[in-house]
């Protein structure tokens, strides 16, 4: 699977702040520098190829342990016990690797990325319609008269709970095949015919598996596999989406997204879980073309800049991210609370 342009164009290039021209031309430089010495390390390959090979074997390992406790575990308490930290751990850590691995193919030989693609039906995830979603968000943010905001003036006297509740279950759009698609998904049967036949036809297979599910086990999958898989996988990915430019500025190079230098061992530790996204989110919005692998070293190199503008810090680099529930409710309030704060 080819890279997408969006995936590598410096979209930092395109913002002229006044008060910040100058560090926008360190940062460049930087980052320039950065990649410059990564074209000519031959491990730094390796690291990407591991890298890529680490997040299969735990996408697939989160996917057997999610079965496991679903239709093996008894009694249900103890199953209740069990998926309600794995499911918020589990799809946090999914929407991790599918943003990263539609970014770069976690592995070398197209069928095994093809097969890691279908793999997405065993948890309803449509990888390709992720990436179709997902850059069009890069894009959107490359512009300097970008508007792209989840509450703004009109949003007032908005519930935030009902967005949550009504954004999670729209994002269960693949249960619906034929319903109209993203705009940027429906340009895909134009610009890109193979992609949209996946889509659709992954959306297809997704509710054949689920009909199959039910009728093999209509109780675990209706009581614990349909709300803890599939509404607590689209919430978990709504939530991550929002920590990552809540609080922000849409309009501003260096606050356009949230970052985190991790202070502390926990704050290292749970950015290690999850493989840097949250907290280096930022830069992967300014330098896109830069493997995550290599994100946490860049973005060492740019932190006195970022500081210097105030850029958000991350709302999720927290227990959060190993499935703690009250930290998690504790996470939202505090989402709720910021809200406005992206301009």
Same mark, same amino acid.
């Given at each position: 699977?080819?890279t997408?342009p ?9 913002f ?6 100058a ?5 460049r430089?930087?980052a320039r520098a950065?990649?410059?010495a990564l074209r000519?390390?031959?491990a730094?390959?390796q690291?990407e190829?591991?890298?890529g090979?680490?997040l ?5 390992v989160l996917i ?7 239709y093996?575990?008894r009694p249900?308490?103890l ?9 918020l751990y589990?799809?946090l850590?999914?929407d991790?690797?599918?943003?990263y691995a539609n970014h770069?193919?976690?592995f070398?030989a ?5 097969l ?9 995830f449509n990888?390709?319609?992720?990436r ?6 890069h894009?959107?943010?490359?512009r ?8 703004g003036a009109?949003?007032?006297?908005r519930?935030f709970w ?5 954004g999670?279950?729209?994002g269960?759009?693949?249960?619906w095949? =034929?319903r #109209?698609?993203?705009p940027c998904v +429906?340009?895909?049967?134009? *610009?890109?015919p $193979?992609?949209?036949r996946e889509?659709v ?5 997704s509710?054949?598996w689920l009909?199959?599910?039910v009728?093999?086990?209509w ?8 709300p803890?898989v599939l509404?607590v996988?689209s919430f ?8 990552d ?7 501003h190079?260096f ?5 985190l ?8 530790f ?7 996204t949250?907290a280096?989110h ?7 073309g830069?493997h995550?692998?290599? =994100?946490? #070293?860049?973005?060492r190199?740019l +932190?006195p800049?970022y500081? *210097?503008?105030? $850029?958000?810090?991350?709302l ?12 998690f409710?504790?996470l ?9 704060d992206?301009?």
């Amino acid at each position: 699977m080819k890279t997408d342009p969006a995936s590598t164009a410096h979209t930092f290039e395109v913002f002229s702040a006044a008060d910040c021209g100058a560090d926008q031309t360190e940062a460049r430089a930087i980052a320039r520098a950065f990649e410059a010495a990564l074209r000519t390390d031959k491990a730094a390959r390796q690291r990407e190829r591991a890298g890529g090979l680490q997040l299969a074997f735990e996408w697939f390992v989160l996917i057997a342990v999610t079965y496991t406790i679903i239709y093996a575990v008894r009694p249900a308490w103890l199953k209740l016990a069990l998926l309600l930290p794995w499911s918020l751990y589990a799809s946090l850590a999914l929407d991790n690797i599918t943003h990263y691995a539609n970014h770069w193919p976690l592995f070398r030989a197209p069928a095994l990325d093809a097969l890691w693609r279908w793999s997405g039906l065993l948890v309803f995830f449509n990888p390709l319609e992720i990436r179709a979603i997902h850059y069009d968000h890069h894009r959107a943010y490359a512009r300097a008269d970008n508007d792209e905001r989840v509450f703004g003036a009109m949003d007032r006297d908005r519930s935030f709970w009902r967005y949550l509740a009504s954004g999670a279950f729209d994002g269960l759009r693949l249960l619906w095949p =034929l319903r #109209a698609m993203e705009p940027c998904v +429906a340009m895909l049967k134009q *610009r890109r015919p $193979a992609h949209y036949r996946e889509v659709v036809a992954l959306r297809f297979a997704s509710v054949l598996w689920l009909a199959l599910l039910v009728a093999l086990d209509w109780r675990d999958t209706l009581f614990y596999f349909v709300p803890f898989v599939l509404v607590v996988g689209s919430f978990g990915s709504l939530v991550m989406n929002l920590t990552d430019h809540i609080p922000g500025d849409a309009h501003h190079p260096f606050r356009l997204a949230t970052f985190l230098e991790p202070g502390t061992r926990a704050e290292a530790f749970y950015s290690s879980v999850n493989h840097y996204t949250a907290a280096t989110h930022l830069t992967h919005h300014l330098f896109p073309g830069v493997h995550w692998v290599h =994100l946490p #070293a860049l973005q060492r190199r740019l +932190a006195p800049i970022y500081l *210097r503008h105030g $850029a958000p810090r991350s709302l999720l680099v927290n227990s959060t991210l190993v499935g703690n529930p009250i930290r998690f409710t504790r996470l939202l309030r505090e989402l709720e609370r910021r809200r406005f704060d992206l301009r």
